[in-house]
C-alpha cells in the first residue's frame, strides 16, 4: 500500500512563500501525472497544478506565475512552491498522483494566509 504523505503547509502573512512536498513511501511505476489540488471551506477540491511525466506543466489561472510545480523522481517526491500568496489560498492542499491502473491521494496539508 503506497501512502503519500505531505509536509510544508502552515500559516503565513500575505505575500509570503511556501513549500509543499509530498512524498510517497514506496516507488510508483507508471506514473502519468503528479498533481496539486486544494479545498477550501466551503468550495470543491480545485486543481491547482499538475506535472506529466515527461514533465509538461499546468496550473490554475489563479496561481499562475506565482506557484511551481516540480518533481524528484528519485526521491519520490513532487514539490509545490507557492510565492507570493494571497488570502484566498487558503485552503488544504492535497497531493496526487495517478498511474493507468491507480490513483493516490494524501491526507491533505493546511496553508493559511493571513492578510
Known amino acids: 500500500q503506497v501512502q503519500l504523505v505531505e509536509s510544508g503547509g502552515g500559516l503565513v502573512q500575505a505575500g509570503g512563500s511556501l513549500r509543499l512536498s509530498c512524498e510517497a513511501s514506496?516507488?510508483?511505476?507508471?506514473?502519468?501525472?503528479r498533481r496539486w489540488y486544494r479545498q477550501a471551506p466551503g468550495k470543491q477540491r480545485e486543481l491547482v497544478a499538475g506535472?506529466?511525466?515527461?514533465?509538461?506543466?499546468n496550473y490554475a489561472d489563479a496561481v499562475k506565475g506565482r506557484f511551481t510545480i516540480s518533481r524528484d523522481s528519485a526521491k519520490n517526491t513532487v514539490y509545490l512552491q507557492m510565492n507570493s500568496l494571497k488570502p484566498e489560498d487558503t485552503a488544504v492542499y492535497y497531493c496526487?498522483?495517478?498511474?493507468?491502473?491507480?490513483?493516490?491521494w494524501g491526507q491533505g496539508t493546511q496553508v493559511t494566509v493571513s492578510s
Open positions: 496526487y498522483i495517478g498511474t493507468r491502473s491507480y490513483e493516490y
Open positions: 514506496r516507488s510508483i511505476f507508471d506514473i502519468s501525472a
Open positions: 506535472i506529466t511525466s515527461i514533465g509538461r506543466t
